[in-house]
Nanobody
Framework: QVQLVESGGGLEQPGGSLRLSCAAS????????MAWYRQAPGNQRRLVAR???????TYEPSVKGRFTVSRDNAKNTMDVQMNSLKPEDTAVYYC???????????????WGQGTQVTVSS
């Protein structure tokens, strides 16, 4: 059973910083793309940042230059450092990963349970 668990959310003031972490556990052979999505109330879930196994990154334009995504392939973890936070960054942030498990024999997409980030003074 593969699980993704996020941590690090909370309340921060505008201009502040937060760091979110995602840890994958279970029967894992390989993790290809990992990503952070976010969903604000009344909105669709949207991609924030994506990182390939080789470290290639993609960012949603509104976070480029403020957010930095990274991963540790040996530990099956991914982080996002969020700086210069704005009220519009307020959302539930979800970890997403494409994982190959030997017991399934295919890549399967997994989601974490989400962690709340609130940016407010």
């Amino acid at each position: 059973q593969v699980q993704l668990v996020e941590s690090g959310g909370g309340l921060e003031q505008p201009g502040g910083s937060l760091r979110l972490s995602c840890a994958a556990s279970g029967v894992i052979t390989n993790i290809e793309t990992m990503a952070w999505y976010r969903q604000a109330p009344g909105n669709q879930r949207r991609l924030v940042a994506r990182i390939s196994r080789r470290g290639s990154t993609t960012y949603e334009p509104s976070v480029k230059g403020r957010f930095t995504v990274s991963r540790d392939n040996a530990k099956n973890t991914m982080d996002v450092q969020m700086n210069s936070l704005k009220p519009e960054d307020t959302a539930v942030y979800y970890c997403n990963a494409d994982i190959w498990s030997a017991d399934k024999g295919v890549f399967t997409q997994y989601w974490g349970q989400g962690t709340q980030v609130t940016v407010s003074s």
